[in-house]
């Protein structure tokens, strides 16, 4: 069965790295992509970006632009997402969810880890 | 970038009733919409992709429909478990924008 497993729960200070990780099994790492998704306390669903893990191509939104770096690697079937400067603002629950091909839709999901940034 | 936008952002409804959820996108999506089911403390389910096409599993009092860029969740007769907030997504251009959360309450 697909499994997506988060790393756990980060809590940092300001102006700190965190590196979450996702681990996949269950499928062809390599033939979906991976998606990030970001969800702030009592807020909606937010997309970062997603990294082609065939190709390692990403593609991020503007705001996760700079500061935000998506990687996979397909010998341990694992994606990171790397968080750099990190502010109050990004505390937030991140989730790894697998995305399809041809519609890129996010048919499974990781559990999520909680990045809490504070001083 | 293409803008998501859903109505109501929250409803009271009761077991049996019929709900429905719009979602409108921005511009021309074609039919590269899909909706996702949160319950509190958990990741987000996937329930249907491609504007109508229900996920495997996925109980058939759910469905979805569109009419150029208006698109509809409509669960039939809602059941206890059916509680929960829905998004929309559009995965028609990047960044695939969801939209901001339908919260269905008793």
């Known amino acids: 069965q697909v499994q997506l497993v988060q790393s756990g729960t980060e809590v940092k200070k300001p102006g700190a790295s965190v590196k979450v990780s996702c681990k996949a099994s269950g499928y062809i790492f390599t033939r979906y992509g991976i998606t990030w998704v970001r969800q702030a306390p009592g807020q909606g669903l937010e997309w970062m970006g997603w990294?082609?893990?065939?190709?390692?191509?990403?593609e991020y939104a503007q705001k996760f632009q700079g500061r935000f770096s998506m990687t996979a690697d397909t010998s341990t079937n694992t994606a990171y997402v790397e968080v750099r400067s990190l502010r109050s603002d990004d505390t937030a629950v991140y989730f790894c969810?697998?995305?399809?091909?041809?519609?890129?839709?996010?048919?499974?999901w990781g559990q999520g880890t909680l990045v809490s940034v504070s001083s | 970038d293409i803008q998501m936008t859903q109505s109501p952002s929250s409803l009271s409804a009761s077991v049996g009733d019929r709900v429905t959820i719009t979602c409108r996108a921005s511009?021309?999506?074609?039919?590269?919409l899909n909706w996702y089911q949160q319950k509190p403390g958990e990741a987000p389910k996937f329930l249907i992709y491609?504007?109508?096409s229900l996920q495997s599993g996925v109980p058939p009092r759910f469905s979805g429909s569109e009419s150029e860029t208006d698109f509809t969740l409509t669960i039939s007769s809602l059941q206890p478990e059916d509680f929960a907030t829905y998004y929309c997504?559009?995965?028609?251009?990047?960044?695939?924008?969801f939209g901001q959360g339908t919260k269905i309450e008793i």
């Open positions: 990294i082609r893990i065939y190709n390692g191509n990403t």
């Open positions: 997504q559009q995965s028609y251009s990047a960044p695939y924008t």
């Open positions: 969810a697998r995305a399809e091909s041809n519609y890129a839709y996010l048919d499974y």
């Open positions: 511009q021309n999506i074609v039919s590269y």
């Open positions: 491609a504007a109508s």
